[in-house]
């Protein structure tokens, strides 16, 4: 079964650190998607990056790089020269087509920028 | 273009009460999903619409029920309301699927006394 595990429940650092979250999924599919939403103190979730199981390259976008390796099943989203308006929850997650694509979330990473 | 909303934003109703919420998806979008969100359990998936029908749907029991509209506009329904169904309900809509970047509404926060 599909499974989206991010072991980091909080994560504390001082503003202009670099800060690395850790996502780690489980599929027997070969046809999967990968997410990343954000979601601030506001409440509402923001869609961060989508990527498919057939396009291992990493991704760049400003500050934000994200890391796709298939052979550790692991997605990790690096934040660069943290910001204090970083400070988030931030949430992993899978759809496959096994499962119809239905989400699966991990249990998120809370931020923490400290200035 | 408009984003996802969702109405109310707010509500407290009382145990054994039902509540309705709506959702107005993003123009174009024909996919509505529903979850919960607790402190306790984090995000869970209540169910899918595609074109009216329901596509999927997550482990809620049957007092938990949805609907889609021809609009793509979705209403969520919750029978007999019990204290642990108190959340933030967010609807979110996308191209057709979980396989596409889904957009979120605010929420709208649930309160069961």
């Known amino acids: 079964a599909q499974k989206v595990t991010q072991a980091q429940t909080e994560i504390s650092v001082v503003e202009k650190e670099d800060v690395t979250l850790d996502c780690v999924y489980e599929?027997?599919?070969?046809?999967?998607?990968l997410f990343w939403y954000k979601q601030p103190p506001s409440g509402e979730l923001v869609f961060l990056i989508r990527r498919n199981s057939f396009d291992e390259q990493n991704e760049i976008s400003g500050r934000y790089s994200w890391n796709f390796q298939k052979s550790t099943s692991s997605f990790n989203f690096t934040i660069t020269a943290s910001q204090v308006v970083d400070s988030a929850v931030y949430f992993c997650a899978l759809s496959e087509a096994e499962s119809n694509y239905q989400l699966i979330w991990g249990a998120g990473t809370k931020l923490i920028i400290k200035p | 273009k408009a984003g996802v909303t969702q109405t109310p934003r707010y509500l407290i109703k009382t145990r054994g009460q039902q509540v309705t919420l709506s959702c107005s998806p993003i123009s174009g979008h024909r996919s509505v999903s529903w979850y919960q969100q607790t402190p306790g359990q984090g995000l869970q998936f209540l169910f899918e619409?595609?074109?009216?029908?329901?596509?999927n749907k997550g482990n809620f029991p049957g007092r938990f029920s949805g609907r889609q509209f021809s609009n793509s506009r979705s209403e969520m329904n919750v029978s007999t309301l019990e204290l642990g169904d108190s959340a933030l309900y967010l609807c979110?809509?996308?191209?057709?699927?979980?396989?596409?970047?889904?957009?979120f509404g605010p929420g709208t926060r649930l309160t069961v006394t």
């Open positions: 599929t027997r599919d070969t046809t999967y998607y």
């Open positions: 619409y595609f074109s009216e029908t329901q596509r």
């Open positions: 979110a809509s996308s191209l057709s699927g979980g396989q596409y970047e889904q957009y």
